[in-house]
Structure formats: structure tokens, C-alpha cells
């Protein structure tokens, strides 16, 4: 059974870090598209970055480029977002998500996938 369960939010204050983790069981890493969404109280669900993770190639919302760097570590089948320079507006539920399905290293992986698994989130408060 695939499980996907985040972990690493918290409360911050402005301009300050977090790293979430998303930690994998239950399948053995391929080349899949991964990606980590919020949603904020009273809204709807955004995607926040994405990640093929047989090419690596990435993708964010323009609310968090250059702030926000989402990684992995195969060896651990876990999956990072690093968070930096942190807004009151990235209040949010922060979960992961996985297309089972293989991708292909050219394939784009983008927030409107069907995301075939999703962890239960972890909350991010940032205080001004």
C-alpha cells in the first residue's frame, strides 16, 4: 500500500524557513511525477511545486519561485520542499502527491496531473 506522510510544518515568523519532508513506503522509486500543494483556510487548493523525478526538471507557482526549492532523496524516498523567505499568504495545509505512473524524462509534470496518492499535509502558520 502506497502511503505518503508529510512532516516539518510549524510556526514561523516572516522571512523565516521551514523545510517539509514527504516520506514515501510502499512502491520503489521509478520516474514519477511528485508534487506539493497548499491549501489556506477559506480557499481553494494550489500547486506549489513539482518534480519529475526521473529528469529532475521542476516546476513552481509564481507565488514561490525563488523562495521555495522542492528536492529529493531517492536512497530515502523522501521528498523536500525548502522553504524560504517565508510570507504570511504561505499560511497553509502543505501535502504531497504522487502519480504512480511512470513518466517519461521528457514528460511534463505539472499541477494538473491526476495525482494518483496524497500524504494527510502538514500545516505552515507564518505570523507577521
Known amino acids: 500500500q502506497v502511503r505518503l506522510v508529510e512532516s516539518g510544518g510549524g510556526a514561523v515568523q516572516t522571512g523565516g524557513s521551514l523545510r517539509l519532508s514527504c516520506s514515501t513506503s510502499g512502491y520503489i522509486w521509478d520516474a514519477n511525477c511528485m508534487a506539493w500543494f497548499r491549501q489556506a483556510p477559506g480557499k481553494e487548493r494550489e500547486g506549489v511545486a513539482t518534480?519529475?523525478?526521473?529528469?529532475?526538471?521542476?516546476t513552481y507557482a509564481e507565488s514561490v519561485k525563488g523562495r521555495f526549492t522542492i528536492s529529493l532523496d531517492a536512497a530515502k524516498s523522501t521528498l523536500y520542499l525548502d522553504m524560504n523567505l517565508l510570507k504570511p499568504e504561505d499560511t497553509a495545509r502543505y501535502s504531497c502527491?504522487?502519480?504512480?505512473?511512470?513518466?517519461?524524462?521528457?514528460?511534463?509534470?505539472?499541477?494538473?496531473?491526476?495525482?494518483?496518492?496524497w500524504g494527510q499535509g502538514t500545516p505552515v502558520t507564518v505570523s507577521s
Open positions: 502527491a504522487l502519480d504512480f505512473r511512470r513518466i517519461w524524462s521528457h514528460e511534463y509534470c505539472g499541477f494538473q496531473r491526476d495525482f494518483t496518492h
Open positions: 518534480i519529475n523525478t526521473g529528469s529532475s526538471s521542476t
